[in-house]
């Protein structure tokens, strides 16, 4: 995994550079990338159809690039944490999830939602299925020692970076 600050560079450049980071990742595995040689699967997940045994995924938000590659399934999500809209906590957060909203101080509301939205994204991202699956079905329950989920197969690890960033990466289980 990758990481680089797009703190200084212009939204409409970071893009660019998110592909950058994505070609660097993909070096070790003798690839020249170039994003004209992906193509897209069913849901729009991309893939290189010239090395199949490859996988990566790339997300890129305001001040912050994140890039995983290798052979396997993963998804990747990074966030810069901003006030969250909270119609939204309704439609992609299962039950139990909107009682832990209910119960976290608002203080901290904002931070849950992008560690909530990072996990989901980084499982729809890594299965190919992007928004077409129904993100309140994976669910995730935030405690002191970390998190736990219900989704099986998979793996999850969560950053946070400078208090203001998140990224979280998931990985099938072989």
Known sequence: MMLISLADIEKKYQ?????????????????EYSEEHTVRGQYGKPFL????EICFNISHADGICACIAG???????CEKVH????????????????????????????????????LKESYIKAIGMGLSFPMNKAEFILSENG????????KFKQYMIHGQF????????D
Not at 15 to 31: D, S, V
Request: include cysteine; aromatic fraction near 12%.
């Open 15 to 31: 893009h660019t550079h998110a592909h950058r980071l994505l070609g660097e990742c993909l070096r070790p595995f003798g690839i």
């Open 49 to 52: 159809p010239e090395h199949p």
């Open 71 to 77: 052979k396997g399934e993963y998804g990747i999500d």
């Open 83 to 118: 006030p969250y809209r909270q119609n939204v906590v309704k439609k992609v957060f299962s039950e139990r999830e909107q009682e832990l909203f209910g119960v976290t101080p608002e203080s901290q509301r904002d931070m849950l939602f992008f560690r909530l939205w990072t």
């Open 147 to 154: 998190f736990s989920t219900n989704l099986e197969g998979y």
């Open 166 to 173: 998140i990224v979280s990466v998931c990985t099938a289980i």
